[in-house]
T-cell receptor
Framework: DTGVSQDPRHKITKRGQNVTFRCDPI?????LYWYRQTLGQGPEFLTY????????KSRLLSDRFSAERPKGSFSTLEIQRTEQGDSAMYLC??????????FGDGTRLSIL | AQKVTQAQTEISVVEKEDVTLDCVYE???????LFWYKQPPSGELVFLIR??????QNEISGRYSWNFQKSTSSFNFTITASQVVDSAVYFC???????????????FGQGTILTVHP
């Protein structure tokens, strides 16, 4: 059973640049979630998909953030015009509907 | 809105001591799940347990046990005879069946850093 895979593991970029992260869920899982975790805090929900439909978005997800899951398999999270406050660990999780979520290792974003 | 509070920011124990991690939650929903996750230094969140709101039976799994009390809105986690490998950040989380979404997002507490010294 291959776990949730996230790429890249670490991204360093300059303020104002765009970044895109990828998440590959566990193959049979129809739900995919994105969370953000800052140092010393618990993960905060950003958005989630059931198959290709985006079912919920947090108010944390400003208009600079967009997420897609075009074929109901992998997902991408894009941040446009990055800001210092975007520095965080971005976590992806997947699950079957109504079942516990399984998390990837995360992508750590550092804004210079 | 949902809220999860883990009042203990850090706990330090010596190996073989028992330790209890506290979790208090708030929700107006009557149908919900409670979770505990472990985040070791490597960073990946590891699922430990899920309990639904209708099942207040305590659960034991090896050295781990969980005490769910709806009357006090608490879901506490005890590690018996702690080991150095138990050192990690532990998160309590809540998911509700709001609007028939069948338990979507997780609301996490702030986490408790557990350090077990040899």
């Amino acid at each position: 059973d291959t776990g949730v895979s996230q790429d890249p593991r670490h991204k360093i970029t300059k303020r104002g640049q765009n970044v895109t992260f990828r998440c590959d869920p566990i193959s049979e899982h129809n739900r995919l979630y994105w969370y953000r975790q800052t140092l010393g805090q618990g993960p905060e929900f950003l958005t989630y998909f059931q198959n290709e439909a985006q079912l919920e978005k947090s108010r944390l997800l400003s208009d600079r953030f967009s997420a897609e899951r075009p074929k109901g398999s992998f997902s991408t999270l894009e941040i446009q015009r990055t800001e210092q406050g975007d520095s965080a660990m971005y976590l992806c999780a997947s699950s079957l509907k109504g079942q516990p979520q399984h998390f990837g290792d995360g992508t750590r974003l550092s804004i210079l | 809105a949902q809220k999860v509070t883990q009042a203990q920011t850090e706990i330090s124990v010596v190996e073989k001591e028992d330790v209890t991690l506290d979790c208090v939650y708030e929700t107006r929903d009557t149908t919900y799940y409670l979770f505990w996750y472990k985040q070791p230094p490597s960073g990946e969140l590891v699922f430990l347990i899920r309990r639904n709101s209708f099942d207040e039976q305590n659960e034991i799994s090896g050295r781990y046990s969980w005490n769910f009390q709806k009357s006090t809105s608490s879901f506490n986690f005890t590690i018996t005879a702690s080991q150095v490998v138990d050192s990690a950040v532990y998160f309590c989380a809540l998911s509700v069946n709001a609007g028939g979404t069948s338990y979507g997002k997780l609301t996490f507490g702030q986490g408790t850093i557990l350090t077990v010294h040899p």
